[in-house]
């Protein structure tokens, strides 16, 4: 009975660079050279059996490559700054790619030359993170789609601080200090400057907590004294926020608590029933009535609260 074939023989390639297994011919693409190869299974004659030799050509196309980004390997934008445009390089002529959070302002995908133009966005309180995956495409006949690289942008929020308000204070006061607060907590530093020295605060700047210190005023009115403040975090600079400390030239009483006569001391409940005021009610116009008993020379003054 005549054989159809023969089982047992061996395969080989010409020239070198294919990785192939002798036994079952299976070909291990990745561990190849890109090129044509020869191969042929071979039968060694045995008694009874027939020997022989087959052959058949094979191409190995090379994979098409792309380079990972690295100026900067991995970008950091803040909020709202404009991300350039990036260039893919490496012997692919088109290039898809993939984005993970298309909420920092760039497309779930797309193909192309370069990864595009885009507004970094980040309107939260946390960093944000996308990966970026590039896969160089083949030309579909002497070139395969490639492996492809990953690389990662980052996209930070811009840093917030909270206005504590405008401070108000008589002079020879101890203020309290100013403590900032804003979206990013502790992570964010406050940086603040002072427009003058006039009511009291002798530092010009600085960075956190404004300090408690004594007011004073040398004039007749109220001065005062303009705290502008930016918020930084992740070298990202948020918009800046001013109040004032305001010092008018009045004594704050102690006792009670109330405000009363600052020339004597006295406070406003010392002076009930002594001092009062009218017509009550009144438009336009009213007038302070002083007990004769608080005529002693000194000077008065009144304010409205």
Same mark, same amino acid.
């Given at each position: ?16 660079? $294919?990785?192939?297994?002798? !036994?079952?011919?299976?070909v291990?693409?990745? !561990? ?24 058949? #050509?094979l /191409?190995?196309?090379? #994979? ?9 390997a ?5 909020n ?6 990036? *260039? ?5 002529? #088109?290039?898809?790619?993939t ?9 779930? +995908?797309?193909?192309? @030359? +370069? ?8 309107t ?12 160089? $495409? ?9 492996k492809p ?9 811009t *840093? ?6 405008? /401070? ?25 400057t002072?427009s003058? @020295?006039? @009511?009291? $605060?002798?530092?010009? &700047? ?18 005062? @004294? ?6 930084v ?21 102690t006792?009670?608590g ?24 009144? /438009?336009? &116009? ?7 008993? $608080?005529?002693?020379?000194a000077?008065y003054?009144? &304010?409205?609260?």
């Open positions: 009975m005549d054989r159809l074939g023969t089982s047992g023989g061996t395969y080989s390639s010409t020239p070198g660079g $294919l990785s192939l297994n002798p !036994a079952t011919g299976n291990t693409l990745s !561990a190849s050279q890109p090129g044509t190869y020869t191969v042929t299974y071979t039968v060694a004659g045995t008694a009874g059996g027939c020997g022989g030799t087959f052959s058949t #050509q /191409q190995v196309n090379p #994979q098409a490559t792309v380079v990972a980004p690295v100026n900067p991995n970008p950091v934008y803040c709202g700054a404009l991300a350039p445009a990036t *260039p893919f390089t490496g012997t692919a002529t #088109q290039y898809a790619w984005n993970t959070n298309p909420s920092i302002g760039l497309a779930a +995908s797309g193909t192309g @030359t +370069s990864l595009p133009s885009f507004t970094a966005t980040n939260g309180a946390t960093v944000q993170y996308a990966f970026i995956n590039v896969t160089p $495409l083949g030309n579909g006949t002497s070139t395969c789609d490639g690289i990953r690389y990662r942008i980052t996209v930070n929020p *840093p917030t601080v909270a206005n504590p308000g405008d /401070q108000v204070y008589c002079r020879g006061v101890v203020t309290a200090p100013v403590t900032f607060t804003g979206n990013m907590g502790t992570s964010a530093t406050y940086n603040w002072s003058s @020295t006039a @009511t009291g $605060l002798s530092l010009t &700047r600085g960075t956190g907590t404004v300090p408690g210190y004594t007011t004073v005023n040398a004039t007749a009115g109220t001065v005062s @004294t303009t705290i502008t403040v930016r918020p975090a992740n070298k990202c600079v948020g918009a800046p926020i001013t109040f004032t400390y305001q010092v008018g030239n009045c004594v704050a009483q006792g009670d109330q405000t009363g006569d600052g020339a004597t001391g006295r406070t406003a409940a010392s002076l009930a029933g002594k001092v009062s005021v009218g017509p009550n009610p009144t /438009q336009n &116009r009213v007038t302070v009535y002083i007990d004769a008993s $608080l005529k002693t020379g000077a003054s009144v &304010r409205l609260v």
